[in-house]
């Protein structure tokens, strides 16, 4: 049974910094494109960030520059670094993981930006 089980999200000013993890059980890392998306109310879900074994990312364009993402093959977890935060990035944020044709998905963390 895959699982993903995201931590870190909370409620940050703006201007502030926040850093997701994503933990993963039952399923074959190494194999696994592994992103974070986000989804605010009202509106659909979008890519944050993607990244693959080797290392290659993509980013959403609202956040390059401000997020990171890395992955620790060792430890079959993600990670999220968000700095420079803006209200706009407020949403419940998703851990994904993606080996077509499957894709499996955290419940999600919720991050507030107060400005």
């Known amino acids: 049974q895959v699982q993903l089980v995201e931590s870190g999200g909370g409620s940050v000013q703006a201007g502030g910094s926040l850093r997701l993890s994503c933990s993963t059980s039952?399923?074959?890392?190494?194999?696994?494109?592994m992103g974070w998306y986000r989804q605010a109310p009202g509106k659909q879900r979008d890519l944050v960030a993607s990244?693959?074994?080797?290392?290659?990312?993509t980013y959403g364009d609202a956040v390059k520059g401000r997020f990171t993402i890395s992955r620790d093959n060792a430890k079959n977890t993600v990670s999220l670094q968000m700095n420079s935060l803006k209200p706009e990035d407020t949403a419940v944020y998703y851990c994904?993981?993606?080996?077509?044709?499957?894709?499996?998905w955290g419940q999600g963390t919720q991050v507030t930006v107060s400005s």
């Open positions: 994904n993981a993606h080996r077509y044709p499957n894709t499996h």
């Open positions: 039952g399923l074959i890392f190494s194999r696994n494109v």
């Open positions: 990244i693959t074994y080797g290392g290659r990312t």
